[in-house]
């Protein structure tokens, strides 16, 4: 018997388990706001959380929250720079853009999303194999080494 598990925010959005239940992945905001950062050009806050919002990894998106403290850790690390723009209407506004250093970073995070991408499709592949063998032979599920 399967029980699908979803948050209050979620249920019925859709098949199989909400990962907002699944746990957080909050460790990738950092690579999602510097490709954010990288696609716009500069931005202010506000408009890297609208954008980063689509690459969440998880159901729960991207907590506004999160993204403005990676964005100040981020430029603590000078990743990115930031600057007060003054000659709009309405408040001054933190504008960031990435620096150098922070492309570079971002190349990192590629190096080591690709391998972990790769470890997690195959844990997926795995964990179906194995519920499906169980669910044929009613039994526990041997796997045989990838």
Known sequence: M???RCCHRHRGAGPGPCSCEMGNLYRYCEPIVLLTLARLGHA???QVAQAAEPLAVTHAGLDNTVVYQTLRRLEDSGYVVSSW???????ARRIYTLTD???EHL???AAVLEPLAASLDRLARDCRAASDRMAR???PAVLAPA
């Open 107 to 109: 190349r990192e995070w």
């Open 137 to 139: 032979e009613d039994g």
């Open 2 to 4: 399967s029980r699908e």
């Open 85 to 91: 723009e003054t000659g709009g209407r309405g408040p």
């Open 101 to 103: 250093t922070g492309r």
């Open 44 to 46: 202010h806050g506000y």
